[in-house]
């Protein structure tokens, strides 16, 4: 066998190569697409059951400076998706879950001047719905507020698409409790019974949804949360 007919070979092997990789590309994206619509479709049908069941979470969280809070009602479920070009076609991106959290009564909170602006901060960075009144003592000087807090914050959570690798992205927003958490699912892997398991953290039965795949640091990259 002559060289050229060894370099002839080399490149058909190259081509298959190449014809593999751009037949596992294509198939990614498509069952990458094939996962989003389904979340997209799956959460249009679930939000209106939702509004009107308004699931009580089982959830507990934990509020720096007031301890644990639980019992929150659940409503005001909205989805959406997103699309976007990949590969020159416009594909499902993201698919994107709201829903609204309040404490069944408002909880009264006192925190002295002191305490004020660090109180503040905490309620304004998870979001909480609050009003204060303020006392003074016989000098007109502020002594201390008390902060009536209607536990209401947003929470979301954001499937999104990673169309080259196959896999779901979910970042969930004060879901599980204050903050964010992500995991990396298999796309190929992503059916009714994935967001069934979701499903059951909402409405407070078991479920097995964060063993489902790898779970990964936050890092305050992509999508609306």
Known sequence: MGLLDDLKKQAEAAKGSELSRTEMLQS???????????????????????????????????????????????????????????????????????????LPAPL?????????????????????????????????????????????FLAQVLWEGDHQNAQIKVTGKHISEFGFVCMLLDARNFNDATLDEFTKLLIGKPSQFWQLGKRVPFTGQGGNL
Request: some cysteine.
């Open 28 to 102: 990614n994206i498509q069952v990458t697409e094939n996962a989003l619509k389904l979340a997209a479709k799956y959460f249009a049908q679930l939000c209106p059951q939702l509004n009107v069941l308004k699931p009580v979470a089982t959830r507990v969280y934990y509020l720096d400076q007031v301890g644990e809070l639980s019992g929150f009602s659940q409503g005001e479920f909205f989805s959406d998706h997103r699309t976007g070009e990949v590969e020159g076609k416009d594909r499902y991106k993201q698919v994107l879950l709201n829903f609204r959290c309040t």
């Open 108 to 152: 009264q909170v006192r925190r002295n001047f002191d305490q004020l602006e660090s109180f503040r901060k905490i309620l304004t960075r998870f979001g909480m719905k609050h009003t204060s009144q303020a006392f003074k003592n016989d000098r007109g000087v502020v002594t201390h507020e008390v902060f009536s807090i209607t536990g209401e």
